[in-house]
Nanobody, 123 residues
Framework: QVRLVESGGGLVQTGGSLRLTCVGS????????MGWFRQAPGKDREFLGA???????SLARSVRGRFTISKDDVKNTMYLDMNNLTPEDTAVYYC?????????????????WGQGTQVTVSS
């Protein structure tokens, strides 16, 4: 049974940084593509980036240069390092496991969402 738990969210001022963590059980990060997404109130869930089993990453253009994805396969943990945050980054952040074929930046191929972690950026 796959279970993902996100943590690390909080309230930060504009320009600040946060590190989000996604811990998995029942899934081997070194065998799967894992993704980070976010969802703001009234908006669709948005792809932020993914890290492949090999460790290669793909980041959405909107966060490239500010966000970084990494993982620790031994700990079955994935990280999202976010810098230079703005109020537009305010959302609930989720991690997911890619479980079907499809574009890496699409939401539908992912599942096993955790409960999410709230990130709020104040102006």
């Amino acid at each position: 049974q796959v279970r993902l738990v996100e943590s690390g969210g909080g309230l930060v001022q504009t320009g600040g940084s946060l590190r989000l963590t996604c811990v998995g059980s029942g899934v081997m990060f070194n065998e799967n593509t894992m993704g980070w997404f976010r969802q703001a109130p009234g908006k669709d869930r948005e792809f932020l980036g993914a890290i492949m089993s090999s460790g290669g990453t793909s980041l959405a253009r909107s966060v490239r240069g500010r966000f970084t994805i990494s993982k620790d396969d031994v700990k079955n943990t994935m990280y999202l390092d976010m810098n230079n945050l703005t109020p537009e980054d305010t959302a609930v952040y989720y991690c997911g496991k890619k479980r079907s074929a499809g574009r890496i930046e699409a939401v539908e191929p992912y599942g096993y969402w955790g409960q999410g972690t709230q990130v709020t950026v104040s102006s």
